[in-house]
C-alpha cells in the first residue's frame, strides 16, 4: 500500500520548465557561454541550478568555483522572482492535485528549485497547507538523478509521521509513490527504491518507461486516490 506521495515540482505542478531554460540561457549568456534547447534536454534538465551552472560552465571549459555559482544562482533567482511576478503558469488541475492527494496521503516535494520559489508558487496555489515537507536545491546533499533528495524526503516524512504516531511502523521508501517529468528524476526515484509515476508534460510515454516509471501519465487529471489505489494497492506488478 502506498503510504506517502511525493511530488517533483517544475514541470510536474508548475508550468515553467522553460521559464527556467530561459533563465539558465540569459544567465550563462552574460558570462559568454551559450546552450541551446537541445542542450538543456538532453543535459541539463534534470539537475538544480548549481549542478545546472556548474555543468554548461564545465562543457564550456571554464572554471566554477563557489563564489561563482552562488552569484549566477542569486542572478537566475532574481530574475525568477520578476517573472514569476507577471503571472506562474500551473499544470491543468495542480491545486485540485494536491489538495485531493493530501487528503488521503502525507504529500512531500522534492524539486531542484530553490525553496523560495517552490513556497511562492504554494502560496499562489493556496496549498501551502497541503505539503508536509520540502526538499529544496538548498537542502539537496546531490542532485538527480542521485536518489539523495527522495532518500531526504523520506527522512522528513518520518519525522512528520512519527510526531503524530510515535508507535506507528517507519515508512519505507517502497511504500512511497513519486511523480515525475524528467528523465533524470524517474531514475532518483527508482534509485531511492521508491515506485515512481512519468507524466508526459516534458518527455514521452517510452523514455519515461525506459527510464524505470512504473507507470506513466498524460496529465494530472489522471492522478487521483482512485487511480492510485487501482495502480498501486498491491504488489501486482
Not at 130 to 138: G, P, Q, T
Not at 147 to 156: K, N, V
Not at 184 to 196: D, E, P, T
Not at 204 to 232: C, K, M, N, Y
Request: hydrophobic share 45%; charged share 25%; with cysteine.
Amino acid at each position: 500500500m502506498i503510504q506517502a506521495v511525493i511530488f517533483d515540482f517544475n514541470g510536474v505542478l508548475v508550468d515553467d520548465e522553460s521559464v527556467h531554460f530561459e533563465l539558465f540561457r540569459e544567465v550563462l549568456a552574460q558570462e559568454g557561454v551559450t546552450i541551446t534547447d537541445r542542450d538543456y534536454h538532453e543535459k541539463y534538465l534534470g539537475y538544480d541550478d548549481r549542478g545546472c551552472f556548474a555543468a554548461a560552465l564545465a562543457d564550456a571549459g571554464r572554471a566554477a568555483d563557489e563564489a561563482r555559482l552562488d552569484g549566477l544562482i542569486a542572478r537566475k533567482a532574481r530574475r525568477y522572482v520578476e517573472v514569476a511576478d507577471q503571472g506562474l503558469r500551473y499544470f491543468p488541475r495542480a491545486a485540485e492535485t494536491l489538495e485531493a492527494i493530501s487528503a488521503r496521503w502525507p504529500v512531500a516535494i522534492n524539486s531542484g528549485a530553490l525553496r523560495q520559489e517552490i513556497e511562492y508558487a504554494l502560496r499562489r496555489l493556496d496549498r501551502m497547507g497541503c505539503v508536509s515537507a520540502i526538499v529544496a536545491a538548498e537542502d539537496a546533499h546531490k542532485c538527480k538523478p542521485d536518489p539523495a533528495g527522495y532518500l531526504q524526503a523520506l527522512d522528513a516524512l518520518r519525522a512528520v509521521a512519527a510526531g503524530k504516531s510515535p508507535s506507528g511502523p517507519p515508512l519505507e521508501a517502497s511504500d512511497c509513490l513519486v511523480v515525475e517529468d524528467s528523465l533524470a528524476g524517474i531514475v532518483s526515484a527508482k534509485g531511492a527504491g521508491m515506485w515512481a509515476v512519468g507524466i508526459t508534460h516534458t518527455y514521452t510515454a517510452p523514455q519515461l518507461r525506459q527510464s524505470g516509471a512504473d507507470a506513466v501519465i498524460h496529465g494530472l487529471d489522471e492522478f487521483t486516490p482512485d487511480w492510485i489505489e487501482a495502480h498501486f494497492a498491491r504488489p501486482h506488478h
